[in-house]
């Protein structure tokens, strides 16, 4: 199946981990690709430089502070 095809990548959007806090929105996040490819449930918060990312699922994906995501709200 073509990934563009499914509508949670389809509408996912890139942002980078301005800080780990959690934020209000449950989302999906992700991070790697292919064989390196991550995903867990998330709290995150957007904000004009990317968003935040609860302790939790960064410490599942190993995130920190300027790592890049996608992510979609649930």
């Known amino acids: 199946a073509r990934?563009?095809?499914?509508?949670?990548?389809r509408?996912?959007?890139?942002?980078?981990?301005?800080a780990i806090a959690e934020g209000q929105t449950k989302a999906?996040?992700?991070?790697?690709?292919?064989?390196d490819f991550q995903a867990t449930y998330a709290m995150?918060?957007?904000?004009?430089?990317?968003?935040?990312?609860?302790?939790?699922a960064a410490d599942i994906l190993g995130l920190g502070v300027?790592?890049?995501i996608r992510f979609i709200p649930r």
């Open 3 to 9: 990934t563009d095809d499914v509508t949670s990548i």
């Open 11 to 18: 509408n996912s959007r890139s942002a980078r981990i301005t």
């Open 28 to 35: 999906i996040i992700s991070s790697g690709s292919l064989q």
């Open 44 to 56: 995150i918060g957007e904000n004009e430089e990317g968003v935040t990312v609860d302790s939790q």
């Open 66 to 68: 300027g790592d890049n």
